[in-house]
């Protein structure tokens, strides 16, 4: 869970790992799946997407791209109402 001001590097890659060991699948697979349909110029490597896990630099959609691949599906929930009334 997302609380204001305590994302960290660690976090995210844990997170993003925990996942994809949940689901049963490796990186290397997920690197496999996601490379299919692309040029070699634009394929990924799981040495690219581990660093970009470890530095923190991942992109929204990569992480969704990887979410797709293993079965989940990324969504956002807002953390407290405000009355409107």
Same mark, same amino acid.
């Given at each position: 869970?997302?609380? %204001? ?8 890659? @844990? ?8 689901? =049963?699948?490796? $990186? ?12 070699? %110029? ?8 581990? @660093? ?8 929204? =959609?990569?992480? $969704? ?21």
């Amino acid at each position: 869970m997302y609380v %204001a001001g305590q994302v960290s590097y660690t976090n995210v890659k @844990n997170e993003v790992m925990a996942y994809i060991a949940y689901s =049963g699948w490796s $990186l290397v697979d997920i690197v496999d799946e996601m490379n299919k349909d692309k040029p070699a %110029a634009a394929k990924a490597t799981v040495q690219d997407i581990s @660093n970009k896990l470890s530095s923190g630099s991942i992109s929204y =959609g990569l992480c $969704l791209e990887i979410a797709g691949i293993i079965g989940y599906k990324i969504y956002w929930e807002r953390l407290d109402q405000k009355d409107d009334n």
